[in-house]
């Protein structure tokens, strides 16, 4: 079992950044992919951003990559996301989540097993 919390989140003007950090507890930390995921206020919760046990492959959705870097350091039980350029479109409840199976990234919701609680990112204009 793998618990995941969340923090980092707050209120930034566009074009500033925001760095999250999720911190997992379980040893079995560095055998799981990570990955992001946000909602908006009446939207749908969609892929952010995965990155795989070892640190070494990642995967963006196509609105944040450029912008947004996710990280990991197995050592400390952690996984970033570096937020830069936010934009108001970026406002949303980001959460963490680790997939336990092998294989290539994943970036639907129903592919991750544990889930964190969500941090508040608002991006004001």
């Known amino acids: 079992q793998v618990q995941l919390v969340e923090s980092g989140g707050g209120l930034v003007q566009a074009g500033g950044s925001l760095r999250l950090s999720c911190a997992a507890s379980?040893?079995?930390?560095?055998?799981?992919?990570m990955g992001w995921f946000r909602q908006a206020p009446g939207k749908e919760r969609e892929f952010v951003a995965a990155?795989?046990?070892?640190?070494?492959?990642?995967y963006y959705a196509d609105s944040v990559k450029g912008r947004f870097t996710i990280s990991r350091d197995n050592a400390k039980n952690t996984v970033s996301l570096q937020m830069n350029s936010l934009k108001p479109e970026d406002t949303a409840v980001y959460y963490c989540?680790?997939?336990?199976?092998?294989?290539?990234?994943?970036?639907?919701?129903?592919?991750?097993?544990?889930w964190g609680q969500g941090t508040q990112v608002t991006v004001s204009s």
């Open positions: 989540a680790g997939d336990r199976r092998a294989g290539p990234l994943r970036t639907r919701i129903y592919e991750y097993d544990y």
């Open positions: 379980g040893r079995t930390f560095s055998m799981y992919a």
């Open positions: 990155i795989n046990w070892s640190g070494g492959s990642t």
